[in-house]
């Protein structure tokens, strides 16, 4: 029996062709992506924003009425709440953002704390109260700040290790295109508002990991193909050494998006926001790994004397002693 294979051996497409426009694609939609960000934010949930979060389980139905809960919550007039499913159909969280000078007066958390439980207990009879979580304005704004400090690090810290087992062209490579795979990712979030809370900077650390092993695999053919085709020309290699790898990058990624498609299909709404985000990064990462970090390195002027090792002045006399004799 013949197992089936996805990519042909003997593929050979010209990816380098079109790195030209899809460079410049790449380049608009990185600078729409920022700009939507700052000109339309980014829907920062109450992790770090500061908020209430209070979960609720309804004793006497099979699962939560969440559209009549939000719109009785609504009513009570401290803006429009955040409410999800939160472990069983039947329980749910409720996340409000706190109320104008509650930083000076904790009571004012209270309050609407005590408001909110007694109206969904007078609604919905046999309701339980399963707790109250609160996170200050200051603790949340201490959260945001670390969360895009570990995003910052975790690439930092990729592209030096990068540098390091490479070439430095190939450790700028790597940084770029993970600024393309996570400015992208933060574009999805800016127009469509869904919530951004620590469960999408764990999303975006998962993704910087995933296009970094993607990355890795493409680099590490090219310099062993540098070393064996020196006469080559470098967008000949590069197409080669992409075309080589190419089936386990659509493999593997094929296997990551079955799982992903499952759980965006059937997967509580509390994770939909982490799916998506990683769904969008493969479909970037794949990408990226391709038209960004292979291209770059012929921008950067990698070729095959990148990889010979450099002959110090003692080593050409000692070699020509020995010629000599």
């Given at each position: ?116 439980v ?14 109250v ?21 975790a690439?930092?810290a ?25 400015s ?16 999408i ?7 910087i ?45 094929l296997?990551?998006?079955?799982t992903?498609?499952?759980l965006?299909?059937?997967g ?8 998506a ?6 479909f ?11 291209p ?25 002693a020995?010629?000599?004799?």
């Amino acid at each position: 029996m013949k197992l089936l294979k996805l990519i042909p051996d003997d593929t050979n497409i010209d990816f380098l062709r079109w790195r030209l426009p899809f460079a410049f694609v790449s380049a608009l939609l990185v600078l729409a992506s920022w700009g939507l960000v700052l000109t339309q934010g980014l829907n920062l949930g109450v992790d770090f924003v500061g908020g209430q979060m209070i979960r609720v389980t309804f004793t006497q139905t099979s699962a939560a009425p969440v559209a009549q809960l939000r719109e009785e919550v609504a009513k009570l007039g401290y803006g429009e709440p955040i409410i999800q499913q939160f472990g069983k159909p039947n329980e749910v969280s409720i996340r409000m953002h706190l109320p104008e000078g509650a930083e000076r007066d904790a009571g004012l958390s209270d309050a609407m704390n005590r408001k909110i439980v007694s109206s969904i207990q007078q609604q919905h009879p046999g309701v339980r109260l399963d707790g109250v979580d609160s996170v200050s304005g200051k603790v949340s704004g201490e959260l945001f700040k670390t969360g895009m400090q570990a995003l910052l690090a975790a690439a930092v810290a990729i592209s030096i290790y990068i540098w390091l087992r490479f070439e430095w062209q190939f450790g700028v490579g790597a940084l770029l295109s993970l600024v393309h795979d996570v400015s992208l990712t933060l574009g999805l979030f800016a127009v469509t508002q869904m919530e951004f809370d620590l469960n999408i900077v764990a999303a975006l650390l998962t993704l910087i990991g995933y296009s970094l092993n993607d990355t890795i695999v493409v680099y590490d053919r090219i310099r062993e193909n540098l070393k064996k085709y020196r006469r080559m020309p470098m967008p000949e290699l590069l197409n080669l050494s992409v075309n080589e790898t190419l089936s386990r990058t659509i493999v593997t990624s094929l296997s990551v998006l079955i799982t992903l498609l499952a759980l965006l299909l059937f997967g509580p709404n509390v994770i939909f926001g982490f799916t998506a985000a990683i769904t969008l990064g493969i479909f970037v990462g794949t990408y990226s790994s391709i038209y960004m970090a292979a291209p770059i390195l012929i921008w950067l002027k990698v070729n095959a004397q990148s990889f010979v090792p450099t002959e110090s002045e003692i080593d050409r006399q000692e070699r020509l002693a020995r010629e000599r004799s």
